[in-house]
């Protein structure tokens, strides 16, 4: 594919100890040869053998900009099947941003973001679903996000939605060929079987769907809304969860000013824990912020941890909380095990139907329950990734679906005994969709959306 030169700083704009500037093109030798001068001051780039490494300086005419490494990557065998030259040179924004001027001054253009990434997918180094991983890998904000998209980088996404579509286009051919030639090609006893590779299908599908609620789970982490009374352990709570080994991933400042997002690793679960300045300032939540912004915050969780001090009664503040969490997805801590108590969990069981576990933040008792009790709620007690695929990624669960709906059309079709070009129709259907995944029969606006979406030098 000819196309022009482009260059971007690769690495972030901070001053760090090296910079990493990418240039990617047919020109990308030349360009450089212009600005590179050896160390003896007489190695041209372009005469040197490709995945190699060279000590010399950049110089814009006779003027040193700075002492680089220079790597070459010679295409087909590079990240965009193109000839590539990364330039490590000394970290400081200013001789990082003179470096890529000189190179823009020479010949390259300016990249736009993801257009390293898109460059793979459109010369075929990769298919959509791995160059959306990358950017997912970019992104990710907990271990197995990372491992997820690491898997996915590596194609297994793309694997499976390889074997579904061409078994729908072999049934779509042996269908067309048969209305094309009755006489040589029966269709009897044909319905039987494309029911069952409609099952199969349907089932694969299905699963890569529910996979995606697990995936958005694994990719953002789980909301999160810790509930109790002043006292009764909510910070020494959190204090736990993010003690020594569990540090907190990320500490982002929320939309509005008294909201905190903390991600906190429990075990292999990613808790994304809503804060509140009243949670943070251990005061009372339904005293200070009322029971309406609990409600709210409550509305929005995927869980919600209720924290009580078992050694005190309950009042009505408690039954508040019991109403307002008693259609969610909750669990309830009776906190202070380690002193004596006056609250049973098995009356507390009973009055709320929740889950009950004895914990006490103070000495760390019951977290380790608390986070078997997650993966239980949420992954059905497991959560591997040695041969699970999870969706992440909304445009490719919304593919998913709506091919997932055309192969259940199909199955109606067969059962209402239709004839079997009115279903083709809905399998080729089923078979674009999923094609838009990985990046076959996808319109360049898609194509250029998506990209869009990357960082500068991705
Ligand atoms: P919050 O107002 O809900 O955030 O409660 P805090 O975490 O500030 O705890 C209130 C008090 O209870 C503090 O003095 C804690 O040391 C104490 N506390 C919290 N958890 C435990 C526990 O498991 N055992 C004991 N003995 N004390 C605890």
Known sequence: MKSDTIAAIATAVNNAGISVIRISGEES????????????????????????????????????????????????KSYTKEDIIEIDCHGGIVVTKKILETILKNGARIAEPGEFTKRAFLNGRIDLSQAEAVSDII??????????????????V???????????????????????DPEHISLDHFDQELMDHMNENIAELSK???????????????????????????????????????????????????TLEETIQLGNICLNIIDTAG?????????????????TMAEDADLIIYVIDATTKLDENDMEIIDLIKDKKAIILLNKS????????????????????????????GIDKLEAWITDMFFQG??????????????????ISDSLSSLQMVMRSIEDGMPEDFYSIDLMHAYETLGTIIGEAVDEDLVNTIFREFCMGK
């Open 338 to 365: 380690d002193l004596d108590t006056v609250i049973d969990s098995k009356e507390i069981e009973s009055i709320t139907g929740k889950s009950v576990i004895d914990i006490s933040a103070k000495e760390n008792i």
């Open 208 to 258: 890569l769907l529910k996979s995606a609620d697990n995936g958005r789970l694994i990719k953002e982490g789980i909301k999160t809304v810790i509930l109790g009374k002043p006292n009764a352990g909510k910070s020494s709570l959190l204090n736990v969860l993010v003690g020594t080994e569990r540090a907190i991933v990320t500490d982002i400042a929320g939309t509005t000013r008294d």
């Open 382 to 399: 497991k959560l591997s990734f040695n041969d699970e695929i999870y969706i992440t990624n909304i445009r490719q669960k919304e593919a």
């Open 279 to 295: 949670i943070r300032n251990t005061e009372d939540i339904v005293e200070k912020i009322g029971v309406n912004k609990a409600k």
């Open 139 to 156: 992104n990710a904000k907990n271990d197995f996000a990372l491992k997820n998209s690491l898997n996915q980088l590596k194609g297994n």
């Open 29 to 76: 030798l030349s360009i450089v040869d212009k600005i590179y001068k050896s160390k003896s001051g007489i190695k041209r780039l372009s005469d040197m053998p490709s995945h190699t490494i060279h000590y010399g300086f950049i110089q814009d005419n006779e003027i040193v900009i700075d002492e680089v490494m220079v790597l070459i990557m010679r295409g087909p």
């Open 158 to 180: 793309l694997e499976k939605i390889k074997i579904i579509r061409n078994s729908i286009i072999h049934d779509l051919a042996f269908i067309e060929a048969a209305l094309d």
